[in-house]
């Protein structure tokens, strides 16, 4: 029975303007009732309708549907369910909607004998309520769309009847139901190639940037890239990992066009070196711990070893090695300083300066608007001395450009946001550690989202790892336990 209290308060209400349209078409009262009546076959001649249960509008029944997308693209079918309150034969059919906590409508399908085998057809809707109110701009514009639908619908009845001279249920147009099913099928493969491009775009897709004449850094698949050319002399500062290893060696050829010269690995971690092989011409530099941590072996694949990888191809491990401290090379007729500050993210980390341009390419000393890495191995950082390494790189170079392991250009201001970003990380786990909390603990009780850092990923030994705020905590929480368990 029809709440005749909500009746009334929704068409007191003033939550929307009903939505409402007719149609006048040439067919007969009695046929278009008789056809419409059969509310299965809705889909079958108004697109706002994927399914419908019923067989037939029965006063009191639930009416059960399943609705189309407002725009084919949309991912959805609607569900839908609702109490029909009113069944006039020949006249009208009303149900009203109570399904949704804090929203009520009413529908109304009504026919109007027009006289002469002529009809008026019309579509009425409107809802109330806290829920309505608040996605007000979704359901006025589905309602719109039933609307539309539903009187363009039956203009196809009227092209129906006009050819046919009735509306029996073999005149009307067949559902097909296999395209959705199809979409189902491949829904899985569509979402995985939306994550996969996205991360592509976030993570591979590399970007070349002019720092200087002669000078550009390659963004993108593994360690942020520099690459420096003088006459015939190209340098290359770190050589990523495949498959991105490979689209450098490809830009650089069609960029440069000479072969690279010198290569330098700001540390020995597999994103920055692996492609050190493509370049069997070139004098291959880095610090004097570097190869020893190439092929060192300690069983924990998420610590960066590649002693089994770096053991079979030799030729890419350096061979022109740097002591401490700050060491000058020639690229052409300009001068480019190395310089091994000190452990720092790792044992053997070297920066690159290059004076005449005062840019300098930091390695993972410097990690820019990403959550870093911390290498845990016997060869890995010491927080309290990476911390002190980026801010004297900062405070030595305050007018320098930047470009850090990962991440954008950045200046020096940048580099003490991240060295501030590491001190309180590592005190607060220091702090947790000192007062018993476990790992788990720490973790629950330590907040990093004012650094407002984006996740980073690194896919090594065929496992994905991410550098986020929880691991952040984890990894560093077990380096002071094995600073204090020592």
Known sequence: MLDQSKAKLLAESSDMTPVQGTVEVDIPIEVLWKCFTRANHWPRWNKCFFWVENCDLVKGQQLIWCFQPIRWWYLYKMPAIAKI???????????????????????????????????????????????????????????????????????????????????????????????????????????????????????????????????????????????????????????????????????????????????????YHYDHTLGNILYPGAQIIAHKNVPALMLAQDGDPMLDQDGDWWSTHRSGIPTTLINDGSHHIAVGNQEVILTHPDIAHTHGDVWVYLPEQNII????????????????????????????????????????LFVPGHGPLADAADLHQYADYLEFLYHAVEYAYKHGLSEDEAVRNIDLSQWKLHILPSFHHYKLAWATARNNIRWVYQIIGRIFRA
């Not at 911390?374 to 007018?399: E, M, N, Q």
């Open 85 to 267: 309150v009113e069944v006039e034969e020949n006249r009208k059919v009303t149900w009203e909607v109570v399904a949704l906590p804090g929203f009520y409508a009413r529908h109304t399908y009504f026919m109007e004998d027009l006289g002469n085998g002529r009809s008026r057809f019309g579509s009425w809707e409107q809802a109330m309520g806290w829920s309505f109110r608040l996605t007000k701009k979704f359901w006025v514009a589905h309602f719109v769309f039933v609307k539309d639908q539903s009187l363009q619908g039956v203009r196809r009845l009227e092209a129906i009847y006009r050819k046919k001279g009735n509306l029996q249920e073999q005149n009307l147009p067949r559902k097909h139901y296999w395209p959705f099913l199809l979409s189902l099928l491949l829904l899985p493969l569509f979402i995985v190639g939306i994550i996969v491009y996205r991360f592509y775009r976030a993570y591979l897709r590399q970007t070349a940037i002019k720092l200087a004449p002669g000078v550009h850094a390659v963004f993108g698949g593994g360690g942020n890239s520099l690459v420096m050319q003088d006459s015939n002399d190209v340098l290359l500062v770190d050589t990523k990992f495949p498959p991105a290893s490979g689209w450098l060696q490809n830009w650089i050829a069609r960029n440069v066009g000479s072969p690279v010269t010198k290569v330098v690995n700001t540390h």
């Open 361 to 400: 390419a930091t390695g993972d000393i410097f990690l820019h608007t990403y959550y870093t890495f911390f290498d845990r191995g016997k060869g890995g950082t010491l927080l309290p001395r990476l911390i002190k390494t980026v801010r004297t790189l900062a405070d030595s170079y305050p007018a320098a």
